[in-house]
Nanobody, 126 residues
Framework: QVQLVESGGGLVQAGGSLRLSCAAS????????MGWFRQAPGTEREFVAA????????SYADSVKGRFTISRDNAKNTLYLQMNSLKPEDTAVYYC???????????????????WGQGTQVTVSS
């Protein structure tokens, strides 16, 4: 399995920016599609963004399009989520995840991901 550790969360004012990182262990990291999900209190975990391994294709939830950017640095075994123009509704625990389909495409379903990080809290004040 891939071990994942998120970092970079914190408290930020509306309109501000944060950059989340997800450090991965394992030599198979570069072959796995990766995703970011978030979960606010009392809600189900929802899709934020994903990136494929085979062609580098990306996908974003409508709520974050134009504001968030997902990227990966395979040489550093790290996944990133750049979050700009943050809104109070972005407040949640953010999780990174690895899809266990080597060289597969991205997926927006949390059920398609087998390895998860512990999460990092993002709080956006109004």
């Amino acid at each position: 399995q891939v071990q994942l550790v998120e970092s970079g969360g914190g408290l930020v004012q509306a309109g501000g920016s944060l950059r989340l990182s997800c450090a991965a262990s394992g030599r198979t990291f570069s072959s796995f599609p990766m995703g970011w999900f978030r979960q606010a209190p009392g809600t189900e975990r929802e899709f934020v963004a994903a990136i494929s391994s085979s062609d580098g294709g990306t996908s974003y939830a409508d709520s974050v399009k134009g504001r968030f950017t997902i990227s990966r640095d395979n040489a550093k075994n790290t996944l990133y989520l750049q979050m700009n123009s943050l809104k109070p509704e972005d407040t949640a625990v953010y999780y990174c995840a690895a899809r266990q389909v080597p060289y597969g495409r991205w997926s927006a379903s949390p059920l398609d991901y087998g390895d998860w990080g512990q999460g990092t809290q993002v709080t956006v004040s109004s």
